[in-house]
């Protein structure tokens, strides 16, 4: 396994050490599990996105009646 080097915020670097001897599990392993949650995330995110811009796009939008009930549940 490659080893890189990373800068993390003392802030940051101080609670993954606390929850690592806290749970008893290595910090790389917390930081490898951490990273992959976080990239699969922004995977959907950007998924998500695109296909709004592309429905955006063909010009399909909510009709105005159906946003204006969506909001008027919220509305306080």
């Known amino acids: 396994m490659q080893t890189d ?5 003392p802030d940051i670097r101080a609670g993954l050490h606390a929850l690592a001897e806290e749970t008893h599990r ?10 992959a949650a ?10 998500r996105l695109r296909e709004g811009l592309a429905q955006a796009e ?3 939008f909510v009709p105005d009646e159906e946003m204006a009930a969506f909001f008027a ?4």
Do not use: C
């Open 5 to 9: 080097t990373l800068e993390i915020r």
């Open 73 to 76: 549940r919220y509305d306080a």
């Open 26 to 35: 290595p910090e790389a392993e917390m930081v490898n599990e951490a990273l």
């Open 58 to 60: 063909r010009g399909e």
């Open 38 to 47: 976080f990239l699969a995330h922004e995977r959907w995110a950007l998924a």
